[in-house]
């Protein structure tokens, strides 16, 4: 199924959907499987709203970390991590 840049903007803006529209779920591998058939201004609104995406979630975890909350948990998470050196996620050792 081929989409216009402005109708795949739609799609990536659940906001200005009509309503009773339902999206179902689609996995990171049907999208990538997908990105091929797409025009190039087709992909580069796919990049667009992924960068959006990103920023939101980078903002996101600038506010938990700035968070002056204690959160011994987390604390104690990082100081293992730093302690681990260049590998504290080895898969190995979880």
Known sequence: ??????????ILSPDKLPA??????????EIIKELPKLSDA?????????RELSQLDDERWDELLNDPKPRPKLEAFLRE??????????????
Do not use: W
Not at 1 to 10: D, N, Q, T
Not at 22 to 29: D, G, H, M, Q, R
Not at 81 to 94: C, K, Y
């Open 1 to 10: 199924m081929r989409f216009s840049s402005e109708k795949l903007s739609v």
């Open 42 to 50: 087709e992909r580069r609104a796919v990049l667009n709203k992924l």
């Open 81 to 94: 991590s730093a302690d681990e050196g260049e590998s504290p996620l080895d898969s190995n050792r979880l």
């Open 20 to 29: 009773g529209i339902i999206i179902s779920p689609v996995s990171a591998s």
